[in-house]
């Protein structure tokens, strides 16, 4: 079944803990992306990758890093996490670029990160 | 600046009703615009996708359309169902810079 999956669904860590969310997909596409979900702000974007070894900040880049070390993989790593990176995070993938064209992106199921 | 606005932020609805949602964009240049259905604490799923030249795509109930002038887009929903319950999320693209969301039109579908 073609899909994105990521892991962990569920997160409650401490301040300055760091952890690694996981985020694979099984369709060889070439366009991943993060976003962090709040409520009334909506989806906003944290990094996406055009291709293996290529990413790119998104809108809200700060206190996150990604790697793109093969096209399935695209991990969100919070090195020293805090409180106001508590919220949902999508991982997303399209064919090619999600800019343009009818590239749907699929995303994740989720997963919700606790900061205390 | 490139931006998505939504409305209405929220909508109650019977069971069975119709009702329609909107979506203004001042992206540009313009590439397609997709609604998306978000159940709650799920992924978005994509519902339709219209480019400049289309002013009007169906799946199923759900029927998007599009007014490139105006830059104005709606979803209208036809005889709704309980599981019409979500959020609907509408993307636009420009093609050159990343997509840009809405923050999204929260429907409840009461019985």
């Known amino acids: 079944e073609a899909q994105v999956t990521q892991n962990p669904r569920y997160l409650i860590t401490v301040t300055g803990k760091k952890l690694t969310v996981t985020c694979s997909q099984n369709?060889?596409?070439?366009?991943m992306s993060w976003y962090r979900q709040d409520p009334g702000l909506g989806l906003r974007q944290i990094y996406y990758?055009?291709?293996?070894?290529?990413?790119d900040k998104g809108d809200v880049p700060e206190g996150y890093k990604v790697s793109r070390k093969e096209k399935r993989n695209f991990p969100l790593i919070l090195e020293s996490p805090s409180p106001n990176q508590t919220s949902l995070y999508f991982c997303a993938s399209s064919r090619t670029s999600g800019t343009s064209g009818y590239n749907e992106q699929f995303f994740g199921p989720g997963t919700r990160l606790t900061v205390l | 600046k490139n931006q998505v606005e939504q409305s209405p932020q929220s909508l109650i609805i019977l069971e069975g009703k119709n009702c329609t949602l909107q979506?203004?964009?001042?992206?540009?240049?313009?590439?397609?615009l997709r609604w998306y259905k978000q159940d709650t604490g799920r992924g978005p799923v994509s519902l339709t996708i219209?480019?400049?030249?289309?002013n009007t795509k169906s799946n199923g109930r759900y029927t998007a359309t599009l007014d490139a002038d105006t830059k104005q887009s709606s979803l209208h929903i036809t005889a709704s169902q309980l599981s019409d319950s979500a959020s609907y999320i509408c993307v636009v693209s420009s093609g050159n810079t990343p997509l840009v969301f809405g923050k999204g039109t929260r429907l409840s579908v009461i019985a």
């Open positions: 219209m480019t400049f030249s289309e």
């Open positions: 369709m060889n596409h070439e366009y």
């Open positions: 979506c203004n964009y001042t992206v540009s240049p313009f590439s397609n």
């Open positions: 990758s055009m291709n293996v070894e290529v990413t």
